[in-house]
C-alpha cells in the first residue's frame, strides 16, 4: 500500500484567494439577505400563513437554491486540515408525507459551482517528500438521494437532513495522486421559515464529507462544517 504522511506540523496557511473571498462575501449577503426576507414576511404576512393552511401538503414541489461556506476543515471521518470548501447548489424537493408532527421531503440537488481552497502543502510519497501546490479546485457535481424531515405545521419548521452525490473538480485533492472525481454525503440541522404561502428561506448548519471511496492512490478525505442559506417556492398539489 502506498504511503501517505501529511506533515500538519509545518503546514503555512495561505491568506484567502480573491475567488474565495468573493465566495465568502456571496455567502454572508445571501445569508443577509435571506433573514431581510424572514422577517419582512414575518411582519406584514403574520397572518395568511399559520397553523390554520399549513406551509406543506403531501405531493408539493418545491424548487430553491443554497449557498454554505466552511471556513476551516476538521478531522473525524477524513484525515485533511485547513481546507475551506463554498457550494452554490440548486434544489428541487417533493413532499412525501405531511402530518401534523413531521413533514417528509425528498430532495435532489444540482452543484453548479464547487470552490475548495488548497493550502500549500508537504506529504512524503514512496519515502520521498513531496509538496502540494496551493490554489482553489474548481468543482461541479450533483446529489441525487436527499431527505428532509421538517417538524411542526407553523411558519418555522425546524429540519434533520442528509444527502448523497458526487463532485468532479478541476484538480485532484486533497492532495496529489488521490482524485479528481469524489463521493459526498452530508447531514445537517436548520430551520424552514415559511415568509409567505409557497415562499420559503432556509438557514441552517451540516456535515459534509468528501473522499474518493479509496479509488485514487490516496484517500485521505476532507470534513467540513457547511454554514448556509437559502430560497424555495413551493408549488402545491
Known amino acids: 500500500m502506498a504511503e501517505l504522511t501529511a506533515t500538519y506540523r509545518t503546514r503555512r496557511v495561505l491568506p484567502p484567494s480573491r475567488v474565495e473571498s468573493a465566495a465568502f462575501i456571496l455567502f454572508v449577503l445571501g445569508a443577509l439577505s435571506a433573514l431581510g426576507f424572514a422577517q419582512a414576511g414575518a411582519s406584514s404576512n403574520a397572518h395568511s400563513v399559520g397553523d390554520r393552511e399549513p406551509p406543506l401538503s403531501k405531493g408539493s414541489n418545491q424548487f430553491g437554491f443554497w449557498g454554505g461556506y466552511s471556513p476551516k476543515s476538521f478531522v473525524f471521518e477524513g484525515q485533511t486540515q485547513d481546507r475551506k470548501l463554498f457550494l452554490l447548489t440548486l434544489q428541487y424537493a417533493?413532499?412525501?408525507?405531511?402530518?401534523?408532527?413531521?413533514?417528509?421531503?425528498?430532495?435532489?440537488?444540482?452543484v453548479p459551482a464547487a470552490l475548495e481552497n488548497q493550502p500549500r502543502d508537504l506529504f512524503v510519497s514512496k519515502s520521498k517528500l513531496k509538496v502540494d501546490s496551493p490554489g482553489v479546485a474548481y468543482g461541479a457535481g450533483f446529489t441525487p438521494v436527499g431527505f428532509q424531515f421538517n417538524f411542526g405545521r407553523r411558519r418555522v419548521?425546524?429540519?434533520?437532513?442528509?444527502?448523497?452525490?458526487?463532485?468532479?473538480?478541476?484538480?485532484?485533492?486533497?492532495?496529489?495522486?488521490?482524485s479528481?472525481?469524489?463521493?459526498?454525503?452530508?447531514?445537517?440541522?436548520?430551520?424552514?421559515?415559511?415568509?409567505?404561502?409557497?415562499?420559503?428561506?432556509?438557514?441552517?448548519?451540516?456535515?459534509?464529507?468528501?473522499?474518493?471511496?479509496?479509488?485514487?492512490?490516496?484517500?485521505?478525505?476532507?470534513d467540513s462544517g457547511l454554514f448556509y442559506a437559502g430560497f424555495s417556492w413551493v408549488r402545491r398539489k
Open 94 to 110: 417533493r413532499v412525501l408525507l405531511a402530518t401534523h408532527p413531521v413533514t417528509l421531503k425528498y430532495t435532489v440537488e444540482l
Open 180 to 222: 479528481q472525481l469524489n463521493f459526498t454525503y452530508s447531514a445537517g440541522i436548520g430551520a424552514e421559515i415559511f415568509v409567505r404561502p409557497g415562499r420559503s428561506v432556509t438557514v441552517g448548519w451540516k456535515y459534509h464529507h468528501l473522499s474518493n471511496a479509496n479509488t485514487g492512490t490516496f484517500n485521505p478525505g476532507i
Open 157 to 178: 419548521q425546524p429540519f434533520l437532513n442528509g444527502s448523497g452525490g458526487l463532485l468532479y473538480f478541476s484538480r485532484q485533492l486533497p492532495v496529489p495522486q488521490s
